[in-house]
Every structure is written in structure tokens, then in C-alpha cells.
């Protein structure tokens, strides 16, 4: 095996994005708010201080925060909502699927989520909030649950590096893989309410049941998707006659045609369109993660469009 850091993830690459996990926060302005930032006020729901909203009760909500006068009006049951500063669990998905084996010119996908997923543990720890994870290939999903200490985030990356450096292209993928619902289901497992989780993936094999899945677990958690993707899934490289393979069959294709240009764009826009109209009704946002920049370049990009959008 290759010991080139953009193929397969090092250890000591991970460990020191550490000094790199400082001065930004996810969803500083989203209405699902932010739990990366810290012990501050965040919008996870739950029992404190300051209120902000009164609505309906939903199964799971704690019976102590009913609105008895209302709820004797309107004969249905409400309960008041607070803002709370309190601690938070973080939860990683981190996909080391055979899909994220694959890029086109700076690393693969495997590689940069394995740094997303770095990049947020450092984070979470610095904040002194609970991290966790659940780690999945082709074969199985690892359940890390969420502790605040170095050694639990240390066992996250050991984890995430030992799926990943078993990548390899001889690999013969389950047709029947449904991994990616795997994950989900076992977040619903450690995450029943007020945590984040962050779904690091290339989402490919998702389905009726993943949506499902994130709207169940967005109901009572926080929820976001950076979406990993590599330049030659959106675009075609022009003018090249490629062979392309599933690993089993192969074809040749002239990138150069025109018509084959246009469908292979305009299919990968209208997946992430979908995707992203898909999660906005239950509240996810996605963020954009490409192979070809840094993580921590991009990661500051999309919040600071986030905060852009916020503030008008």
C-alpha cells in the first residue's frame, strides 16, 4: 500500500489538524444553530432559561414543559420551547465506502472526509462538548459513542484510518449494499435528542429510506451534510476518449461530445439540486466539500457565505 497522504489518510496528518480546528463554527446563522461553536447559546431545544417559541407536542418532548393553560384552551396539547446553554453531543458519520475511493486530480473522497471528520472532533474537544462516531465501509459500521476526551476523538481517527487504509481498488463491492442506512439507523440508536450529527458522505446509494431517516433523526437532533465530491463527477474532462469501469465492465467514452458534456453537468446539478431541496424541507443544510481544495480553505468559505445569508 501506498503511503501517499493523498490516497490514503496518515494518522499524523489528522492529528495535526488540531491546530487547524479554531475560528469558525458550523451554521452560525442557520435556524437549526450551532453546536460546533461551544458552550454558548445555542437553538437545540430544550429546558433553560429563555424562551422562544410555544407549539405543538410532539412525540418525545418532555412532559414537564407543557403549557397547561393553553393546552386547556385549545384542547391540544403545547409545550414552551427554550434556548439553554448546556453541553451538546456531536455525532460523525464518516463514510469509507468504496464510492469514496475515487479522485481525479488533488486526493480522494475517503481522504478528505476522513479531515472533515478531523476537523470537527479537534473542534467538538476544543469546546469541552461530547464527540462521537459511526465509522462505515462496505462491510460493516463501527459505533463510537460520543465522550469528551482526547483518547475518544484519538479512537475516531484510529478507526477512520483503518477503514480507510483497507481501501483498495481489487475491492468487490455487496451490490446489495445499503451501508449508508446502516449509519443512519445506528445514529438513531446513540442520538435520541438535542445532539448534532454530521453526515460526512458521498451520499451515493441514498433512497427513500435515507431521507426518511434524516427527517426522523432531524426532528429531535441537529442535523448537516458536507456532501464530498470530486471535479470529475460534475464535469467531464474535455476532449478525451475515456475507459470507464465498475470493476467488472469497462466502456470507452469520447468526453469530447458535446451532448455527453451537457447530460453529465446537468445530471450532477440536478442530483445536488434535489439533494438539497430534499434535506432543506427538514432543515439540513448541505455544504459543498470538492477534493481539489484544502478542507479548512472550504469549510471557511461556506460559513462565511453562511453568515453572508444570514445577515441580509
Not at 405543538?56 to 427554550?82: E, F
Amino acid at each position: 500500500m501506498t503511503s501517499d497522504s493523498r490516497i490514503y489518510a496518515q494518522m499524523s496528518t489528522l492529528v495535526a489538524l488540531r491546530h487547524r480546528a479554531k475560528g469558525f463554527s458550523f451554521l452560525p446563522s442557520q435556524p437549526v444553530g450551532s453546536v460546533l461553536s461551544g458552550r454558548n447559546r445555542s437553538k437545540l431545544r430544550g429546558r433553560g432559561l429563555d424562551f422562544e417559541e410555544l407549539r405543538h407536542y410532539r412525540q418525545g418532548d418532555d412532559i414537564r414543559a407543557l403549557d397547561w393553560r393553553v393546552t386547556k384552551r385549545t384542547k391540544k396539547p403545547h409545550i414552551r420551547v427554550y434556548n439553554e446553554e448546556r453541553e451538546h453531543s456531536v455525532l460523525l458519520l464518516i463514510d469509507q465506502r468504496m464510492s469514496m475511493f475515487f479522485g481525479s486530480k488533488n486526493k480522494m473522497k475517503s481522504v478528505v472526509a476522513s479531515e472533515v471528520a478531523a476537523l470537527c472532533a479537534w473542534q467538538v474537544l476544543s469546546t469541552g462538548d461530547r464527540i462521537g462516531a459511526v465509522v462505515f465501509n462496505d462491510d460493516e459500521a463501527v459505533e463510537i459513542k460520543p465522550r469528551r476526551s482526547e483518547r475518544g476523538v484519538m479512537q475516531i481517527l484510529h478507526q477512520t484510518v483503518k477503514m480507510n487504509n483497507a481501501l483498495n481498488a481489487n475491492y468487490k463491492v455487496n451490490s446489495n449494499d445499503d451501508q449508508l442506512n446502516v449509519a443512519l439507523q445506528k445514529a438513531s440508536e446513540l442520538c435520541r435528542h438535542d445532539a448534532l450529527i454530521i453526515l460526512i458522505s458521498d451520499l451515493q446509494g441514498w433512497d427513500d429510506n435515507t431521507v426518511k431517516y434524516i427527517k426522523r433523526l432531524s426532528a429531535h437532533n441537529d442535523f448537516m451534510v458536507p456532501f464530498v465530491h470530486d471535479a470529475l463527477e460534475k464535469e467531464l474532462p474535455p476532449q478525451q476518449r475515456l475507459v470507464v469501469s465498475d470493476g467488472l465492465n469497462q466502456i470507452a467514452v469520447d468526453s469530447g461530445h458535446k451532448g455527453l458534456q451537457q447530460n453529465f453537468q446537468s445530471d450532477f446539478a440536478s442530483n445536488i439540486s434535489y439533494l438539497q431541496s430534499e434535506l432543506k424541507k427538514y432543515a439540513v443544510p448541505v455544504i459543498e466539500i470538492n477534493t481539489d481544495v484544502p478542507v479548512v480553505d472550504q469549510i471557511l468559505l461556506s460559513l462565511g457565505q453562511a453568515r453572508k445569508r444570514g445577515a441580509k
